[in-house]
T-cell receptor
Framework: GEDVEQSLFLSVREGDSSVINCTYTDSSSTYLYWYKQEPGAGLQLLTYIFSNMDMKQDQRLTVLLNKKDKHLSLRIADTQTGDSAIYFCAELATGGSYIPTFGRGTSLIVHP | NAGVTQTPKFQVLKTGQSMTLQCAQDMNHEYMSWYRQDPGMGLRLIHYSVGAGITDQGEVPNGYNVSRSTTEDFPLRLLSAAPSQTSVYFC?????????????FGSGTQLSVL
């Protein structure tokens, strides 16, 4: 079955770039997602990428996909204190249950 | 739009008690699901439904029941609460089950079982 791994913590200084990494297991065709969870709230979808894409950019967010290494990253440019949250990587394999598998989440802490 | 509404936000139970966590969505979504979130464990799927009258088990269904009598509501029942069920519970919905469908999450129910 699918498995998604990500590091648990990341600490950055305000104004720097943050890079959150994720690895996933093999699927022939896959959607990969980044969700953000702020304290006391549910998850919100930030962005997603299909496995036939290498990169997707949306304002301060850049998603990079390395299909060969099954590695996904989320880069946040000019990180702000409001970006402090837990970021979840998730994978969905088409042709199967169509239910996403979530990683354990990376806690991003932004220092002033 | 209210989106996905979960009640209650907080609940404390004694071991052996039963209760129902409520979830309602007003977006006419066919797909609804329940997750539990535990520290360092991420989100684990408990049960899901692809439409009224249809439910199925997820990764960790034991100790939980669900039903889907309407499109809007998807309650989660704890039959006999155990301390291992202390967790934060999230309900999520989407228009359909598909890769480009966005999951909408409720704000969660924090449950403590003593």
């Amino acid at each position: 079955g699918e498995d998604v791994e990500q590091s648990l913590f990341l600490s950055v200084r305000e104004g720097d770039s943050s890079v959150i990494n994720c690895t996933y297991t093999d699927s022939s065709s896959t959607y990969l997602y980044w969700y953000k969870q702020e304290p006391g709230a549910g998850l919100q979808l930030l962005t997603y990428i299909f496995s036939n894409m290498d990169m997707k950019q949306d304002q301060r967010l850049t998603v990079l996909l390395n299909k060969k290494d099954k590695h996904l990253s989320l880069r946040i440019a000019d990180t702000q204190t409001g970006d402090s949250a837990i970021y979840f990587c998730a994978e969905l394999a088409t042709g199967g249950s169509y239910i996403p598998t979530f990683g354990r989440g990376t806690s991003l802490i932004v220092h002033p | 739009n209210a989106g996905v509404t979960q009640t209650p936000k907080f609940q404390v139970l004694k071991t052996g008690q039963s209760m129902t966590l409520q979830c309602a969505q007003d977006m006419n979504h066919e797909y609804m699901s329940w997750y539990r979130q535990d520290p360092g464990m991420g989100l684990r799927l408990i049960h899901y439904s692809v439409g009224a009258g249809i439910t199925d088990q997820g990764e960790v269904p034991n100790g939980y029941n669900v039903s889907r009598s309407t499109t809007e509501d998807f309650p989660l029942r704890l039959l006999s609460a155990a301390p291992s069920q202390t967790s934060v519970y999230f309900c999520a919905s989407s228009y359909s089950r598909g890769g480009n469908e966005k999951l909408f999450f409720g704000s969660g129910t924090q449950l403590s079982v003593l």
